[in-house]
């Protein structure tokens, strides 16, 4: 950034940051970061075969694990069918998610993936993301069984969009380990059945008929009503299970000083 | 997937799938789900300056949040210097992580973001995402002032990578809401930060100069000993701190039974 442009942008910044900075005030942004030529999103979008989606994201698990395999599910799904733009996307990138992250545990890979997916094809992509994260968190995964191996593998319910979580409540269910080979088939499981559950939240979308079927629960309402935009505490964000990580909120609560927060940890 | 190649699948499954299904076994996939033309990974990289990382992930906030921002920071950077393939990455998708994605205050959209770009561009990627997630839970941020309009922001440690516990961090040594200006702004000046910073540590990867400046701490190293892989526990994935959802383990644990579980909650 030059600094002549700089100094312009420091022109607007004055004019427009009024006690805070000027980036969030405005839409206007340097030339330097001006978006690069690509397809505005969202692409097209052409209704997709659940089944054939779950099964692709199965197949492509060995080649970059659980964010890949759920992105490419769905994306090279629309590539066959859609062509252009879906087939320049670079795929590979979606590694990156594996393990929550680079085995850091944070958001599922399964989730991460069809997240950027649903981004790509919905010109509503919010009401999707959450009816597919508050049903990873509900329901008793993986559902989805290849039908070249049926093996039996144990479900779980993980409360939780977070692998670290995830992960753990699988091993306490199956009473196995977290590295091992069933794991490993699980979370390839849990990628295809969230890539075939976000593929027929898209084809209820585009139908019309999208319905939350999963609703956020009434626990996470109540702490959501104080503590989340416009309550009275708001002060934080986020839409998963509170209770996961702030036990023993008491009955009483509020009126006891407040839940238990990271500052007791 | 038609039927012929299903049945080419199971006899592959059946060969390779003993005791568990076969994708997590093999490396051999369907036709259809092999990779889409794209240049392999990792793209070229050059040396970036990080100022200019910032400056940029800082003015693309408004258009697309903190996810958006950390990558337009870098991937816009490296557009301009390398040019192709960077420039036809449709750099809109990463939208879809604003606020932990889509509001669910998962993973922080300025590591998420950082990370797919790190992804593209190192052939080594998860020591320079290790170094920036502790960096980022270990430092008081954000450390980015704009130039342009640098009215002071309060700092704070989150301890943590994800959306929700670094917003809920910040209100509270703030004394500020989730949802006003000042957070807003936060939240933009977070992003350029952490571009800077994945800069920084890419620069240094290619110089070979990288040196793990945030190792994990010791905790997470003991709980990582029984609870990751390898470990006599092995019942879980992650890297994250673990006291700030698991508070009140004793000081005779192991021993005691075990730390406090989301089995509680």
Redesign the interface.
Known sequence: ?NCKR?KA??A???ML?A????????????A??A???????PWPYSKLDPS?VA??A??????GHCMFSSF?GLV?EL??KVGH?????????M???A?????????CGA??GA??A???ASDD??PV??EL?WWYSNEKLPDFV????P?P?TQSVS???????S???W??ASGL???S??R??RC??LAASAARRAAQILNAQQGGTLTLAHPAPDEVKRCRSCH???GSV????????C??????VEPSHPGDGGG??????
Chains 1, 2 share one sequence.
């Open positions: 950034m700089r942008l420091a607007m910044g004055t940051g006690g805070v900075g000027g980036a969030v005030l405005g839409r206007f942004a340097p330097a970061a978006p690069l030529p690509s397809p505005p999103l054939a099964e692709r199965y197949w492509s698990y060995p080649d490419a090279g590539a066959e733009p879906y087939k320049s996307f670079p795929m590979e990138v590694k990156y998610g393990g929550g992250v680079a085995g850091w545990g944070t958001l989730l991460n997240a950027a649903i981004y790509l992509p919010d993301i959450d994260f290849p039908p070249e191996s093996v593998i409360r939780s969009p977070l692998c670290h979580v992960v753990a409540e091993c306490s380990k977290a590295y080979k069933q490993n088939e390839a499981r989340e935009r416009a708001e002060n934080t964000r986020g839409k998963m299970h209770s996961q990580c702030h036990p023993g238990r927060s990271s500052k007791e940890g």
